[in-house]
């Protein structure tokens, strides 16, 4: 079967890395090719049996009439590029991307898997909103990662809830255990990273740990200034890092500080290498991930106060930790890759057999 992916881009994302994880295995059955609207290379190592084509479409929009161009040319070079490799079923992933590949793909008059990456209530856009039940409607299957996001698509006939898979390296449960706490991300305000370094902050013995975050992005400067105006030498912003996983087999404690969330894979991939993770209890993912007090720590969403209380419980108490990290490893089976591609495959051959 010919296997079409279409996604904005293959940066450093997690949605990016879920989508190459697939394609990946996908394509030890399968013909895959990707489209990108970007003109970069995947971040993520790709097999060398799939092809990627960088379309180069990712052009500013400052005006609506801007807006429009660039959306009109992206439908109608991915019309293109679908005619030309003619595949069985096209798979998009992103909001923004969604729609552009639906539109096309029926156009060409193909077979189209959307999947969202990110929860509902993420956009508040009407008309973006608005556009999205207009189009959405369209696919043939609509898939989403947590079962309290797919209540919000009514509008969508066919709706599955597929959860994202995990790729662990065994490297990554053979490290010794440092005083790290760690946090992984984009540096932006949705990530709340701000708030960590003020629960950081609060922590009445630290002198010993660290708090690593491992991300890029636009709210650096503001990071940077916070941590120098509250004098504190132990924390470390480490940019962008290949080798995730690394980070991951040295820290002990790993904190999801987001305000929300589409399905966080970071702390799936924490938990996966061993770490005992606190989440504050955002919409969506946390609660389907973590059993409170069993596999993981739930705080109230965005309780900076009990999310140092409770940073503080795991740095002082040894066997909690300990235990909390061991349970945590258990979600390794749940979703691993394997079983992940299975429901995939399940998919694919129901909307290819319709």
């Not at 489209?35 to 097999?47: E, Q």
């Not at 698509?153 to 790290?180: A, R």
């Not at 992984?184 to 609060?202: C, E, N, P, S, T």
Request: with cysteine; proline share 2%; hydrophobic share 40%.
């Amino acid at each position: 079967m010919k296997i079409l992916f279409v996604i904005s881009s293959l940066s450093h994302g997690g949605a990016e890395r879920v989508l190459v994880n697939i394609a990946n295995t996908l394509c030890l059955k399968h013909k895959v090719s990707i489209a990108t609207f970007s003109n970069t290379d995947s971040f993520y190592p790709l097999d060398e049996k799939i092809q990627h084509m960088c379309l180069d479409l990712l052009k500013p929009s400052h005006t609506i009439v801007e807006t429009l161009y660039n959306s009109l040319r992206r439908f109608f070079i991915l019309s293109r590029v679908i005619e030309t490799l003619d595949p069985d079923i096209i798979i998009s992933f992103m909001t923004h991307t969604n729609i552009i590949a639906l539109l096309a793909a029926k156009w060409t008059k193909r077979k189209i898997i959307i999947s969202e990456r990110i929860t509902y209530v993420f956009y508040s856009s009407w008309t973006l909103n608005l556009i999205r039940k207009l189009t959405y409607p369209l696919c043939d299957y609509l898939i989403t990662q947590t079962h309290e996001d797919a209540k919000k698509y009514s509008f969508v006939k066919n709706v599955m809830i597929i959860y994202n898979p995990i790729v662990v390296s065994s490297d990554s449960l053979s490290h010794q255990k440092e005083k790290i706490i760690l946090a992984v991300g984009r540096l932006d305000k949705q990530k709340g990273f701000d708030k960590l370094i003020m629960a950081y902050k609060l922590l009445s013995s630290k002198d010993d740990w660290e708090l690593w975050i491992v991300g890029e992005g636009c709210e650096r400067d503001a990071l940077e200034k916070q941590i120098s105006e509250s004098n504190i030498q132990n924390i470390k912003l480490l940019g962008i890092q290949k080798n995730i996983f690394d980070y991951y087999a040295k820290a002990s404690i790993f904190v999801l500080s987001s305000e929300k969330e589409g399905f966080p894979n970071a702390l799936l991939e924490a938990m996966s290498c061993g770490c005992a993770c606190i989440s504050f209890d955002c919409p969506c993912g946390p609660a389907e991930i973590i059993e409170h007090g069993v596999n993981g720590i739930l705080v109230e969403n965005q309780n900076i106060e009990q999310l140092a209380e409770w940073m503080q419980v795991l740095m002082e108490n040894d066997s909690m930790r300990q235990d909390v990290s061991q349970k945590a490893l258990k979600v390794t089976k749940k979703y691993a890759i394997e079983s992940i591609i299975q429901q995939w495959e399940e998919i694919i051959q129901r909307v290819y057999s319709k």
